[in-house]
């Protein structure tokens, strides 16, 4: 007695192999069953799949051997579909095109390099800052050869009016002499300088007596010789020769649960086209480099030792600097950055 004759749909088998291109093995395997009897039904049900465009030539152009079956499949489909000829072939030279950026991209290193030294937070004025820190600083930015120096905010302490009893912890009182100060401690500085101011001077020195210390601090740097630039209250940018942006921060608020909470919150809120290339953060007095949303984000650290506040406040001051080394290509694209951050332990 000859066996059971095995029906297969018919609407399954045309999906299978015509549409997703499975072989008569590849079917059986799927159904429990021998491929002869697929291969049996596939000839019984009159079912055959189109003709591949490119076993010949498309307007006298093969299309490359390493395309994919489902490539050619997609072009075949495509043809049924009414496209001409022309249209297949400029569809071929964008796929082709797609490849070649996708894997055979020239990685080369730019020859635009800068080297530039970066602080934070030295709050001139308070007893807790460290002037041999910054004699370090100038040592170093010297020895390195660095192109420039940046100081991310708070360079003065302030005064604030509403707690009289900060001036116990500060060495130097209200805007004369924290201006004095802070004067003969850049003085040091050897090589052009960009700042910001941050909030101890604003809500103090600005809010207090309308008076920005920014440009006092430039002039009279300037008159010692100083190439100093002051960028703004909170916020500046510099822009490399490469034509990175590098932007300086001083934010408001404390200091996240997590080192990186603050920096990834304040990436995210950058728009697309309006990122910097660098982001430097001062005022939460953390040391910190991370690489997100394309940005080189640093924070800065500080040259003021925990304070009796942030004792308080059970929040620790990371003391230090960085040197960092930026090699750039075109199109401000940054192709190598090497950070470097010297550590101070009281």
């Known amino acids: 007695m000859p066996p059971a004759r095995k029906d297969i749909d018919k609407n399954y088998l045309i999906e299978a192999y015509v549409t997703n291109g499975m072989s008569a093995?590849?079917?059986?395997?799927?159904?429990?069953?021998?491929?002869?009897?697929?291969?049996d039904r596939i000839v019984e049900y009159g079912i055959k799949r189109p003709k591949e465009i490119v076993k010949g030539t498309l307007t006298g152009k093969?299309?490359?051997d390493n395309y994919s079956p489902l490539e050619k499949r997609t072009l075949n489909e495509l043809a049924q579909s009414g496209y001409t000829p022309a249209q297949l072939k400029e569809f071929i030279k964008g796929l082709q095109q797609q490849k070649s950026h996708s894997y055979n991209r020239d990685y080369k290193i730019g020859k635009n390099r800068v080297k530039m030294g970066v602080f934070g937070d030295p709050h001139m004025g308070n007893i807790e800052y460290d002037p041999a820190l910054m004699k370090h600083f100038v040592?170093?930015?010297?020895?390195?050869?660095?192109?420039?120096?940046?100081?991310?905010?708070?360079?003065f302490d302030g005064w604030y009016q509403n707690r009289p009893s900060s001036i116990f912890e500060q060495n130097a009182i209200g805007f004369d002499q924290q201006m004095e100060l802070a004067v003969r401690e850049l003085s040091q500085i050897n090589q052009p300088f960009y700042f910001i101011t941050g909030n101890h001077s604003y809500n103090t020195f600005v809010r207090g007596a309308g008076v920005e210390a920014g440009p006092y601090l430039e002039s009279k740097l300037r008159d010692t010789g100083i190439e100093a630039h002051f960028l703004g209250n909170?916020?500046?940018?510099?822009?490399?020769?490469?034509?990175?942006?590098v932007r300086m921060l001083h934010p408001d608020g404390g200091t996240a649960y997590a080192i990186s909470y603050k920096s990834q919150k304040i990436a995210e809120s950058f728009e697309g086209g309006h990122k910097p290339n660098i982001l430097l953060i001062g005022h939460f007095h953390k040391a910190e480099y991370i690489f997100y949303r394309n940005i080189h984000i640093f924070q800065t650290g500080t040259f003021c030792g925990?304070?009796?506040?942030?004792?308080?406040?059970?929040?620790a001051a990371m003391k230090g600097f960085w040197l960092v080394d930026v090699t750039g290509g075109g199109h401000s694209d940054i192709d190598?950055?090497?950070p470097t951050f010297y550590p101070v332990y009281d």
């Open 25 to 39: 093995r590849a079917i059986g395997r799927e159904l429990g069953i021998n491929h002869t009897t697929v291969s």
């Open 62 to 64: 093969e299309i490359p």
């Open 139 to 155: 040592r170093e930015c010297d020895r390195e050869k660095v192109d420039l120096v940046l100081c991310t905010g708070d360079i």
């Open 234 to 245: 909170a916020e500046g940018d510099i822009e490399l020769k490469n034509g990175s942006i």
């Open 306 to 315: 925990q304070t009796k506040f942030m004792k308080g406040k059970g929040l």
């Open 336 to 338: 190598k950055i090497t």
